[in-house]
């Protein structure tokens, strides 16, 4: 039985699962190691998102007449603010190399009123998937893109050069000395004149921000019938090189192909992250002022998590098979002040907890991209070698979980604000000081924020 299974599932692998290839080799496990390196603590989160990720590749190799009726099992979030929520989304989106965008379920409105509708997060989702396969395209023919961008610099460089004339110039020494000097870059100061677009002025829409998406397309639409303007501009090679590198890039990619892997890719891979959903929840028994707004908003947001088309510029894009993860604190209200249609299409729930003082000394230390090594980085730029001892790291964790305790609990971000002030003076000095090497000590750290962590008033505007 199971052999015939996996003859069966080969073929489909191979064509539905075609473009996934990052999260073929990225199992549940693997994904979790993945996110270890840069988040700490929160497992069942990031065990709830390696299952997601993982289901999108199993639907591909399902039968076909089941593939449409497999839905995406998304994800609620609960936990306070900087516990790791946003970065566990954009971590997995870059790690699976989805098209991803993050909103804020506060910022839109109900159709009909000023403000944003949900449907433009669709629209936004897609503007970032054909940046990003455009980018993809342009880096895949560089080479080429390079080679013709050289024959346009000789072109500039030895005014009678030219692609037709190539052949009859191949001996000529001059043409020669200038490809050998070209590419060992040593042209690179001489001025050339490179002719360029001029940008076009936009029309402005004066108009409530609703109309956002008609006043993009409209300018869009009259650059492209409109005929471009040229400017004629003296640049060194080295900025005419840029110049032209982007040209050629641009020239060789096929816009269509870009739009259809793009739709593919959104429709397919795509994640979006709403954040703050509690604050659209409607208390039990209130349904007046706000709340009726509120209302609105998950009533529009039900059909695009259900599974719809959104009309977009590139065309209609299908949300049925698009992850959603949505987030909140929760704190005066509960995931079930939601809409009911809404609640069941959010089938798993995933609590996140607070940071502890053991976490914050994990999270100085452990990620690829700790604040610890970040600021070692920064000053090493100006010969300024910092070192933290462990006992050091472990006061500042104390410091940090103390404010949060005795003020607003923001979580790791806490963090960035101690540290802030702890380095301060090193960071303004630095260029004075340098070449110099400084160790943090638990006395440093005490003399630098004893204070402000003691002075609860002090720590609110400070920390």
């Known amino acids: 039985m199971s052999k015939k299974i996996s003859t069966n599932t080969v073929p489909q692998e191979k064509s539905n699962a075609e473009g996934l290839g990052s999260i073929l080799s990225l199992t549940p496990k693997a994904i979790v190691k993945e996110l270890d390196r840069y988040i700490i603590g929160q497992a069942l989160a990031k065990r709830a998102v390696a299952i997601a990720m993982r289901n999108r590749w199993r639907r591909l190799v399902t039968p076909e007449d089941l593939q449409e009726e497999i839905t995406p099992k998304n994800i609620i979030m609960i936990g306070p603010t900087g516990v790791g929520k946003t970065e566990i989304a954009r971590r997995l989106a870059k790690l699976t190399n989805s098209p991803f965008i993050k909103v804020e379920a506060s ?39 390079a080679a013709l961008t050289n024959e346009k610099l000789l072109s500039l460089l030895l005014p009678g050069f030219s692609k037709t004339a190539e052949g009859e110039a191949s001996g000529n020494r001059t043409l020669e000395k200038l490809k050998k000097y070209l590419d060992a870059g040593e042209l690179e100061d001489n001025e050339v004149q490179v002719v360029v677009d001029k940008p076009s002025e936009r029309t402005q829409i004066f108009a409530g921000i609703s109309l956002e998406e008609l006043e993009k397309s409209l300018n869009e639409t009259l650059s492209a019938v409109l005929p471009r303007k040229k400017n004629k501009r003296m640049v060194t090679v080295s900025q005419a090189r840029k110049i032209l590198m982007q040209e050629e890039s641009a020239n060789l990619i096929d816009q269509d192909k870009v739009v259809e ?26 349904s007046h002022g706000p709340d009726i707004s509120r209302e609105g908003v998950q009533r529009d947001l039900l059909p695009i998590v259900e599974g719809s088309s959104v009309s977009t510029k590139y065309g209609m894009v299908r949300t049925d098979h698009i992850l959603f993860i949505a987030a909140g604190a929760f704190h005066s209200a509960k995931p079930s002040d939601l809409m009911p249609e809404l609640q069941g299409r959010f089938p798993i729930r995933v609590e996140l907890s607070s940071l502890t003082e053991e976490d914050f000394v994990r999270i100085l230390t452990e990620p690829k991209n700790a604040l610890t090594r970040q ?5 090493s730029t100006e010969d300024v070698n910092i070192e933290f001892s462990p006992e050091a790291i472990a006061e500042l964790a104390s410091m940090a979980w103390q404010v949060n305790e005795k003020n607003e609990n923001i979580g790791a971000r806490r963090l960035s604000t101690i540290m802030e002030k702890l380095l301060d003076d090193i960071s303004f000095e630095a260029p004075d000081i340098a070449p110099a090497k400084v160790v943090i000590t638990p006395d440093y750290v005490k003399e630098r924020l004893a204070d402000v962590v003691v002075d609860a008033d002090l720590a609110k505007f400070i920390l």
Not at 261 to 277: C, M, N, P, S, T
Not at 375 to 379: E, G, M, P, S, V
């Open 107 to 145: 910022k839109f409105t109900e159709i009909g009123y000023v403000g944003r509708d949900v449907e433009s997060i669709i629209r936004d989702l897609m503007d970032q998937a054909v940046t990003m396969v455009k980018a993809e395209m342009m880096e895949a023919n560089q080479a080429r893109a």
């Open 261 to 286: 892997e793009a739709k593919k890719r959104v429709e397919r891979q795509g994640l979006v992250f709403i954040d703050e959903i509690d604050k659209v929840c409607i208390k039990e028994g209130r």
């Open 375 to 379: 600021y070692k980085a920064l000053l």
